[in-house]
């Protein structure tokens, strides 16, 4: 089956009681046996429930996945994830990564006796030589958050294998859709599905999908003792909100790819990065991993801080919010925002300055996106 029909569809029977084609929300703890004998295939809804069963099902299929295991949040899926090293391993990570996904390696796998290395997940060369025996995985973004950065997953996923190193990749921005790393020769992909995936911005959640069943009890080892599983209504929202994954993804990226266009031609643009733009670094890789460019342009305004609050105090349509991903346009300062926690000096290499602004592209009509940033560019 085609992937806007396994959106719909995947893992999603009729309710076997009634017949409902929406399955209904379990809100319960427990699940009752009949007597000491019977197993239920529920039992206690940390442990599984059949909301999660059913969007798990559905995230594996999209992510041609063995198996998908939901998370509170995407930080609790990207710790789960790196719960496959222990004391004494090794890990590779670009310096250019999610706030948060930073903040797990530098203040939890750090003091847990893990050794990390950042390198320029671009250059190759770089990456080949940080490896040490006792590196177990390499972390991977792509796009990267804010700079729109791609790096290559297959060539990278070749070099780890070699090492005898995982290869985990952050698939948030580019979706299942736009991206599927797995088949790219990555071993386990991360979502945070409070963005893309559930795209209303109305849930926090997090998803792991692994490429061998070797990983599954690892990952439902995590649900199940550190328990930061996500509630079945939240569940069955995202669920929802995955139905209509394709369609606003083709939405977003057609708008994103005139925002970027105007952006790019306008005079108080200092440089634009999107990677559907023929003059991105990576566009050559971005064209060969990814059927889509995604949503997400960020920018350099002539100027600094002064200049880009003028730029947000002016915008009617875009909120000045963290986050991303949902339907709605959404303005992002990263310097303060999402990278606030990141110190200045590593700011200074990634590119994170004082007049960057990252836009999420939402889904309204191009027109009136376009009119809003002109105006506020005025
Ligand atoms: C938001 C985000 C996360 C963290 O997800 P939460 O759901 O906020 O915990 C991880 N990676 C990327 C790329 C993100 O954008």
Redesign the pocket.
């Known amino acids: 089956m085609q992937f806007s029909t396994l959106a719909v569809w995947g893992g999603q029977d009729p309710d076997p009681q009634t017949g409902a084609v929406i399955s209904p929300i379990y809100p319960t703890s427990t699940y009752a046996r009949a007597d000491l004998d019977e197993h239920r295939t529920f039992e206690y809804s940390r442990t599984g429930n059949p909301n999660r069963a059913a969007l798990e099902k559905c995230l594996a299929m999209l992510e041609h996945g063995s198996q998908a295991f939901l998370f509170a949040?995407?930080?609790?899926?990207?710790h789960a994830a790196l719960s496959l090293l222990k004391p004494g391993d090794h890990i590779i990570s670009p310096d250019d990564?999610?706030g948060?996904?930073f903040r797990l390696l530098d203040q939890v796998l750090a003091t847990a006796g893990i050794g990390i290395s950042y390198v320029d997940a671009s250059d190759l060369q770089e990456v080949a030589a940080a490896f040490r025996p006792t590196t177990r995985m390499v972390w991977l973004?792509t796009p990267t958050?804010p700079l729109l950065k791609i790096f290559d997953i297959a060539a990278l996923a070749e070099l780890s294998h070699r090492k005898g190193a995982l290869l985990a990749v952050?698939n948030?921005?580019a979706t299942p859709y736009f991206q599927n790393p797995l088949d790219l020769g990555a071993d386990i992909v991360?979502?945070?599905?409070?963005?893309y995936i559930n795209g209303h911005s109305d849930v926090?959640?997090?998803c792991v999908i692994i490429a061998k069943e070797e990983h599954a009890g690892a990952m439902r080892f995590q649900q199940n003792a550190l328990g930061a599983v996500p509630s079945p209504f939240d569940v069955w929202l995202t669920q929802r909100g995955l139905k209509t994954l394709p369609l606003r993804m083709q939405q977003h990226e057609k708008n994103a790819v005139a925002v970027a266009d105007f952006l790019n031609s306008h005079p108080r643009c200092e440089s634009v990065f999107f990677p559907g733009l023929k003059t991105h670094k990576n566009h050559e890789v971005a064209c060969r991993q990814m059927s889509g460019f995604g949503g997400m342009v960020s920018f350099r305004i002539a100027g600094g801080r002064e200049e880009v609050n003028q730029f947000v105090r002016k915008l009617s349509l875009f909120s000045l919010a963290d986050?991303?991903?949902g339907v709605e346009s959404l303005v992002n300062y990263s310097t303060l925002m999402?990278h606030g926690s990141f110190p200045q000096a590593l700011k200074d290499k990634i590119g994170i300055t004082s007049n960057l602004v990252r836009l999420s592209v939402g889904i309204e009509d191009i027109e009136d996106l376009l009119y809003d940033l002109r105006q506020a560019l005025a």
Request: aromatic share 8%; proline share 0%.
């Open positions: 949040s995407g930080v609790a899926a990207t990564i999610y948060g996904t973004e958050n952050d948030t921005f991360v979502h945070s599905t409070t963005k926090i959640g997090g986050s991303l991903g999402t």
